[in-house]
């Protein structure tokens, strides 16, 4: 079975510099895709980014990218010039299939002014 | 464009009380799963429907708990008897195909609280 691992309960971050969320998971498939999404304290589920594994290009959005080690099995979320409104629960998610998208724990990020 | 829209946002109920979670899916897509997120058990799925007919339901705790999708645009879960347990943010998602790697959309989720 997939697993995520998320090994960073909380961080924080200065307003205007940069955070790395860490995530690994654990799978046998070769062709999957992983996901970060973002809950704001109003509790919505927003889509960050997407990756597909059979890509080797790291995905971007805007001041968000992610750093995509398929052999090390590990998908790390970079933000750059961090915002207020980038504080919230940041999830890392696994999907194979449709009805088995797998989270993790989810990293606790705080943006100080 | 609208997305996801659930209803309501904030349920409190007592034990023994039948309660009902209302789900629209963005417009066109086909396939619609409902999660629940608690602090134990993070986010899991329930049950996933596509062209509203549930396709996994693997994932519904018991009996009391049942969803239907009459149609494209809407879809209920509901818990008959709630419990206590039961307390937990439970979320709509949809996505255009269900086919493999489609990105989910969700909805704002309910907050359900049993007294």
């Known amino acids: 079975a997939q697993t995520v691992t998320q090994s960073q309960p909380e961080m924080s971050v200065q307003e205007a510099e940069t955070v790395t969320l860490s995530c690994t998971y654990d799978?046998?498939?070769?062709?999957?895709?992983l996901f970060w999404y973002k809950q704001p304290p109003s509790r919505q589920m927003i889509l960050v980014i997407r990756?597909?594994?059979?890509?080797?290009q790291n995905a971007t959005e805007n001041r968000f990218s992610v750093n995509f080690q398929k052999a090390a099995k590990s998908f790390s979320l970079k933000i750059s010039d961090s915002q207020l409104g980038d504080t919230a629960m940041y999830f890392c998610a696994f999907m194979k299939r449709s009805n088995d998208m797998r989270f993790g724990a989810g990293t606790r990020l705080t943006v100080k002014p | 464009d609208a997305g996801v829209i659930q209803s309501p946002r904030h349920e409190v109920t007592e034990m023994g009380q039948e309660v009902t979670l209302r789900c629209k899916p963005i417009?066109?897509?086909?396939?619609l799963f409902w999660y629940r997120q608690t602090m134990m058990r993070g986010l899991e799925l329930l049950i996933y429907?596509?062209?509203?007919?549930?396709?996994?339901d693997s994932g519904m705790p018991e009996d009391r708990f049942s969803a239907k999708m009459p149609n494209a645009s809407f879809s209920t879960l509901k818990i008959q008897p709630s419990e206590p347990r039961d307390s937990a943010v439970y979320f709509c998602a949809s996505s255009l195909t269900g086919g493999e790697g489609d990105t989910q959309y969700f909805g704002p989720g309910t907050r359900l609280t049993v007294l």
């Open positions: 417009s066109g897509h086909n396939s």
């Open positions: 799978t046998s498939e070769s062709n999957y895709y």
């Open positions: 990756q597909e594994a059979y890509k080797q």
């Open positions: 429907f596509n062209n509203n007919v549930p396709i996994d």
